[in-house]
């Protein structure tokens, strides 16, 4: 059985990092909603790479600075 991934992200801390950055400034600069920033940083929604490569550029960070791949926790059979 092939593993599972969940999404990890450092979005609110790199958002910290730059200023204090809000949610509201961060979703302006990108073109997306307070509510998508939020959802992201919640880990409920995982971004387009179009966007995820809008949020590293405003934030001065790469992609993978931002975003890890981390393996789902649970049962594993085998």
């Given at each position: 059985?092939?593993?599972?991934y969940?999404?990890?992200?450092e979005l609110?801390?790199?958002r910290?990092?730059?200023?204090?950055?809000?949610?509201?400034?961060?979703?302006?600069?990108?073109?997306?909603?307070?509510?998508?920033?939020?959802?992201?940083?919640?880990?409920?929604?995982?971004p387009?790479?179009?966007?995820?490569l809008?949020?590293?550029k405003?934030?001065?960070?790469?992609?993978?600075?931002?975003?890890?791949?981390?393996?789902?926790?649970?049962?594993?059979?085998g």
């Amino acid at each position: 059985m092939k593993p599972k991934y969940d999404i990890r992200n450092e979005l609110r801390l790199y958002r910290v990092k730059v200023g204090e950055m809000t949610q509201q400034e961060l979703a302006d600069r990108v073109g997306a909603t307070r509510q998508t920033i939020v959802s992201i940083e919640r880990g409920r929604y995982n971004p387009s790479v179009g966007l995820a490569l809008r949020i590293a550029k405003v934030l001065g960070a790469s992609i993978e600075d931002l975003f890890q791949l981390e393996e789902e926790k649970g049962d594993r059979n085998g």
